[in-house]
């Protein structure tokens, strides 16, 4: 079962845990200290654990603990990360979803002290940022066009991305309203534009036909990347898999450049970043697909990205969020001259 409440989280749940799955070979947890806050979808507590003498010396001691009502996070770390070799993923030592009370819980390692996520507001450097494109092009190139993607992991992912077009759809009109004068007519002609034209004739085939498609993470800020400490003896991390989804894998690099940068930092680091990131899926083995046709990919991408704001604002998130979103997917959408697509 699920845990519900941090109080559940005692020394003989733990050692039951890292017990059954081979962590804890001997010994027991004696203690253990828990830090809790929450987010927006989830109770999440720092875990500091101490040990019987008898344990070996290298039982996990920080362990970090997340609560919630989903379960897509659990299916990535009981299906999609055990399927790859040495993923840039967290280690996890336990991954539960009840159906019957709607609840999950992961239990996965604490890098607090090894790694560093980028800092607030502030974009990371382009160096960093190399990394983190490697890190996702390692998870792109494993499931490019893999034949589980037509079987039972697509089954497992559903389709995230038709209902959040459909709740933009429904919420559009409204989204127009509030805003009032704030979104300009032509802006709303674009919207109009897009939300006509989606999906696009080639998105829509590929999606259909589980060819040039991948795993994507879904909501690939910079954020969801811990940056090892020490680049020489650590590596990237990526976290927070609960809209992973099987789609094209430039989704991601759009949602994480296109979205989040202002267009200064962006246009000198672009181009360049997702020309690493095409080279990294040939190096990993990828074949068939052109640089040219990833750098459409990306363009196409930076289109779906007028999605997000709307659909943030129809579940309530703040403007802080999907106000800059707003903005800065717009000036990608020029910049990147992504309305010549829907003329296409």
């Known amino acids: ?52 003498d008898d344990a070996p010396d290298d039982a996990p001691r920080r362990l970090f603990l997340k609560l919630s009502d989903r379960r897509r ?14 993923p840039p993923v967290l280690r996890c030592y336990d991954a539960v979803y009840s159906r019957e009370a709607a609840r999950s819980h992961l239990l996965v390692e604490d890098l607090a002290e090894t790694h560093l996520s980028a800092e ?9 940022y190399e990394r983190l ?36 759809n429904n919420s559009f009109p409204a989204f127009v309203d509030f805003l009032g004068d704030r979104l300009s007519p032509e802006r709303r002609a674009i919207y109009e534009r897009v939300l006509a034209a989606w999906p696009l004739p080639d998105v829509g085939e590929r999606l259909a036909s589980g060819r040039g498609v991948t795993i994507t993470h879904g ?25 992973w989804q099987v789609g094209i894998g430039t989704d991601d690099l759009a949602y994480m450049i296109a979205m989040h940068d202002f267009p200064d930092y ?14 990294q899926l040939l190096a990993r083995g990828v074949a068939g697909y052109a640089w040219d046709r990833c750098w459409l990919d990306y363009r196409t991408s930076a289109i779906s990205n007028l999605f997000w704001p709307v ?14 979103n707003l903005e800065r997917a717009m000036i990608a959408f020029h910049d990147l001259r992504c309305e010549d697509l829907l003329e296409a």
């Open 120 to 128: 607030e507001s502030l974009p990371p450097s382009t160096p960093r």
């Open 1 to 52: 079962m699920a845990l519900t409440d941090l109080e559940q989280v005692t020394p003989a749940w733990l050692t039951e845990v890292l017990t059954s799955n081979g962590t804890l070979e001997r010994g027991a947890v004696v203690d253990v200290e828990k830090q809790g806050s929450s987010t927006n979808t989830a109770a999440v507590a720092r875990l500091r654990l101490d040990y019987s």
């Open 311 to 324: 659909f943030h604002w129809s579940v309530k998130g703040a403007p802080a969020l999907w106000w800059p």
């Open 73 to 86: 996070e659990v299916d990535f770390y009981r299906v999609i990360a055990p399927a790859m070799v040495r």
């Open 219 to 243: 909501d690939a800020h910079p954020w969801n990347f811990l940056s090892p400490r020490d680049p020489a003896s650590d590596s990237v991390k990526i976290i927070d898999w609960a809209m």
């Open 133 to 168: 494109i490697d890190a996702l092009a390692g998870i792109h190139g494993h499931w490019w066009d893999h034949p589980r993607l037509k079987g039972d992991i697509r089954e497992l992912a559903g389709n995230i991305k038709q209902f959040v077009i459909q709740m933009v």
């Open 266 to 279: 962006r246009a000198r680091m672009e181009r360049q970043l997702v020309r690493r990131y095409h080279d």
